[in-house]
């Protein structure tokens, strides 16, 4: 329906009653949400859109990725305001938006407009003939930051009446993953109002299916205050890993200490390497990715370059043959002395032993001795060399 002028205010509130989920989604952590544009954080779990100013837009994401993969339910109420001549609306969205959790736009678009990919599930206020929208308030899903119907709806606009009517309104979302069914609950009604098969990972986000979620709303020539409260949330989150590494030398000395925002305790760390610590040390150069499952079923992976010498290999130089004659009036040859080999390795930690021959110094008998010598290296590899000493 065509509105008057009319002006106000845009708030959302999210408030998550339900403590089980709070605890495994974090959604009553003021932490885990990024707001932008007009909207800001009054406290108490309670999130502004925009101000009581023409043209603002604001937005609010939960700073996790939601898993597309797994059911989610959703629930909420909303409130849209008290003037039948405000606007514009808001927007529940679920979106990859290379800007990430900083989207919204301005406008007429119900802060939605632009923000691709995405699904967007559209409360509209405002009548725009521009969109094809028809009298009444309604709600529609459209796809992709578009909001003219018809040309990027997935389903066609329904109409709730006037629900700028100073009350809240029950909405819930409900995902399963194994059918791809996306369905709208509007006030209270146990009954779906929007029920819809959606190929969303391969429609919409190139078979990724790690989304963001959240609100957007905006205002234009005209306003209304608008706010969301969180009733309930169930979904699987991805858990963002942060962390350091320290370098390897030819001993396996490298380290990897983690952070895992967002995760539930307990938490199960799986390494490459077998470790099932939060933090590894000890090891060697090379890539090592952590999984990371939480309480709540959140799983995160990470992979981490430890910097170094990916191996410690040695070469071993013998001296040349040696030959002498014996000393007088003995069989043997006294004092025959030799350089040790020349090793050269990657570390200077490296381990030299005769396995064979007579040690520098020595009295060598006559005829040929062969002196052989090992080094090992810290990797466990070896090297080894021979000479001979001749005493004719």
Not at 226 to 242: A, C, P, R
């Given at each position: ?28 952590n ?9 909207a ?6 309670e ?8 043209q ?11 898993d597309?993969?797994?059911?989610f ?11 039948d001549?405000?606007a ?6 679920l979106?990859?938006s ?37 009298d ?6 459209n796809?992709?930051g ?12 329904f ?28 006030d209270?009604?146990?009954n779906?109002?929007?029920?819809k ?14 989304v ?20 309930s ?8 890993i942060s ?9 396996p ?15 199960n ?10 933090n590894i040390?000890a ?5 090592y ?8 079923g959140?799983i995160?992976m ?18 040349p ?69 001749t005493?004719?």
């Amino acid at each position: 329906m065509l509105k008057k002028s009319f002006f106000a205010t845009a708030i959302v509130v999210l408030l998550n009653i339900d403590i089980a989920h709070s605890q495994c989604n974090g959604l009553i952590n003021p932490a885990n949400f990024k707001v932008n544009g007009s909207a800001g954080h009054l406290g108490n779990n309670e999130y502004k859109l925009t101000n009581n100013t023409e043209q603002q837009s604001g937005s609010i994401w939960f700073g996790n990725h939601l898993d597309l993969d797994a059911d989610f339910t959703l629930e909420f109420e909303i409130y849209l305001g008290d003037a039948d001549g405000g606007a514009d609306g808001m927007t529940f969205v679920l979106q990859q938006s290379p800007q990430g959790t900083a989207a919204t736009s301005i406008g007429g678009g119900l802060g939605y407009r632009g923000i691709t990919p995405s699904m967007g599930v559209e409360f509209d206020t405002w009548k725009n003939p521009d969109n094809n929208d028809p009298d009444a308030d309604h709600i529609s899903i459209n796809m992709n930051g578009k909001v003219k119907h018809d040309e990027s709806q997935i389903t066609s606009p329904f109409e709730v009446g006037n629900i700028e009517d100073n009350k809240y309104h029950k909405v819930k979302f409900t995902w399963t993953a194994s059918v791809q069914l996306f369905k709208v609950f509007w006030d209270g009604n146990p009954n779906a109002k929007i029920e819809k098969t959606i190929e969303m990972k391969g429609l919409l986000f190139n078979n990724n299916s790690f989304v963001y979620w959240g609100w957007t709303g905006s205002t234009g020539n005209a306003k209304n205050l608008q706010k969301v409260k969180m009733i309930s949330g169930n979904f699987k989150q991805e858990l963002t890993i942060s962390g350091t590494t320290k370098p390897s030398t030819c001993q396996p000395s490298g380290s990897i200490t983690i952070n895992v925002a967002g995760a539930v305790a307990p938490i199960n760390y799986i390494w490459s390497n077998g470790a099932t610590t939060q933090n590894i040390t000890a090891v060697g150069a090379g890539a090592y990715t952590v999984t990371v499952v939480d309480a709540c079923g959140n799983i995160g992976m990470q992979t981490f370059n430890v910097s170094g010498n990916q191996n410690s290999a040695v070469v071993i130089i013998c001296p040349p043959n040696m030959t002498f004659d014996n000393t007088p009036s003995k069989c043997a040859r006294d004092n025959v002395n030799y350089n040790l080999p020349v090793v050269k390795s990657n570390c200077p930690e490296y381990n030299l032993v005769q396995t064979e021959g007579l040690p520098s110094g020595s009295s060598f008998p006559m005829g040929t001795t062969v002196n052989t010598f090992m080094v090992t290296a810290p990797d466990g590899s070896t090297a080894t060399c021979s000479f001979t000493v001749t005493v004719k």
